[in-house]
């Protein structure tokens, strides 16, 4: 069996770039789940005529990351390391390595629970494949993050039905606060020592060790209208505390 599948092929929605989102069935990423099958289903949006690396480069990443402050073609904060997990996809994919989901092979995800866009904005593709894709083929549960609410180039226009599935990303608490005004469910980055507000949690694999599998709060409207907060991370979060420090604490004080 290999190992992951072409959910989609079709031109971005941010920017018309042609684009493809593929399922990695196997993961070993600790936060989301156990090693392997055990893991949650990753799906990855990748431009299919540049590599990953090249497109941060050049800037052509907007077509799978649009407005995100944490481009690291902007010099944002990206945890996402281009050239491992996104640049192996991209050269496979280029390689016909991976087969296209079909009703022969849909079944391999029956059960299974998703994450929208390891890499990559989910809104960037049409939320009706998200949508069949996790009726389809039976998906338990999922979690997702979009940047692109107030997206507004290329004559885009925000798809409000992803938020059924998608947390709407917010970057400091005015702008969470408005979101949240509006009626979506947020997940806030924030510098390590700023307060959290009123109606958030912190992200329960980092308060109690809960891996995302077994947690699933991130799943945009819900049930549950609590939102999520996290301490930035990775190897750029510098980025981000330099530029917003002051803004996550002052906003609260």
């Known amino acids: 069996m290999k190992k992951n599948l072409i959910l989609w092929e079709g031109n971005s929605l941010l920017d018309n770039a042609p684009i493809a ?16 099958t055990k893991n949650m289903v990753q799906t990855v949006i990748i431009r299919t005529d540049v590599d990953p690396v090249t497109a941060s480069k050049n800037k052509q990443d907007e077509s799978i990351c649009g407005s995100c402050i944490h481009r690291q073609s902007l010099g944002g904060a990206c945890y996402v390391n281009l050239g491992q997990m996104p640049l192996s996809v991209y050269r496979a994919y280029k390689r016909g390595s991976y087969e296209y989901l079909s009703d022969m092979n849909k079944h391999w995800l029956y059960g299974r629970a998703l994450r929208l866009g390891a890499y990559g904005d989910p809104a960037a593709i049409p939320v009706e494949i998200w949508s069949n894709v996790i009726n389809d083929c039976k998906i338990s549960h999922y979690t997702g993050y979009t940047h692109q609410l107030n997206y507004k180039k290329n004559g885009f226009k925000f798809d409000q039905k ?35 507000m009123a109606n958030e949690i912190e992200c329960l694999s980092d308060t109690k060790n809960i891996k995302c599998i077994d947690c699933g709060l991130c799943d945009g409207i819900g ?7 996290i301490d930035i991370h990775g190897s750029r979060k510098k980025s981000y505390i330099n530029k917003y420090e002051k803004v996550n604490i002052s906003a609260l004080a």
């Open 223 to 229: 049930k549950n209208k609590t939102s999520i907060v």
């Open 21 to 36: 989102v593929i399922a990695l069935l196997s993961s070993n990423n600790r936060k989301t789940g156990d090693n392997g």
């Open 162 to 196: 992803l938020t059924n599935f998608c947390m709407i990303s917010a970057d400091t608490p005015k702008q969470a606060k408005k979101i949240r005004d509006l009626g979506y469910r947020t997940f806030r980055v924030k510098t390590e020592n700023s307060p959290i």
